[in-house]
């Protein structure tokens, strides 16, 4: 295996399991290993930023004022770790504002993507947001099958 050369295996069964096996004796050294969780998936950043543009569409307004795509993110996300018990953090900034110190979305697992999705979904549900952007992009289309 060439220094310029990644490989990435998803452990479904013991063949693959075998293939990373001989990828690790093969690898020189001061190769990087990370054995984890899946992260969160393509579709799941897809539907969650379908979402999240539908609520910022929307006539809702947060704090007196309508929100971005991002504001949402930021406030869904830290909502949805207090609704989930992880709770939140607002800390003192450098330049003395006050900055919410949060979870970041790429780093989550499918789980906890799902988990926030679910929320988000909850939520335009409950405060009557349409959801154009969701449903053009196919995300509702296994709720309509269930």
Not at 32 to 59: C, I, W, Y
Request: aromatic letters at 4%.
């Amino acid at each position: 295996m060439s220094d310029r050369k990644t490989k990435a295996f998803v452990l479904r069964n013991d063949l693959i399991r075998r293939n990373a096996v001989a990828a690790i004796m093969e690898a020189p050294d001061n190769s990087r290993v990370t054995v984890g969780a899946a992260q969160r998936s393509l579709d799941q950043n897809a539907k969650l930023h379908a979402l999240l543009t539908d609520l910022a569409r929307s006539p809702i307004k947060w704090a007196g004022k309508l929100r971005t795509v991002d504001e949402w993110k930021m406030l869904m996300v830290s909502a949805h770790a207090v609704a989930t018990g992880q709770g939140g953090e607002v800390i003192p900034g450098i330049e003395g504002e006050f900055v919410a110190i949060r979870e970041s979305t790429a780093s989550m697992s499918v789980a906890r993507a799902s988990s926030l999705i679910e929320y988000v979904l909850a939520f335009c549900v409950t405060n009557g947001v349409t959801l154009r952007e969701t449903e053009r992009g196919g995300f509702l289309l296994e709720r309509e099958a269930a």
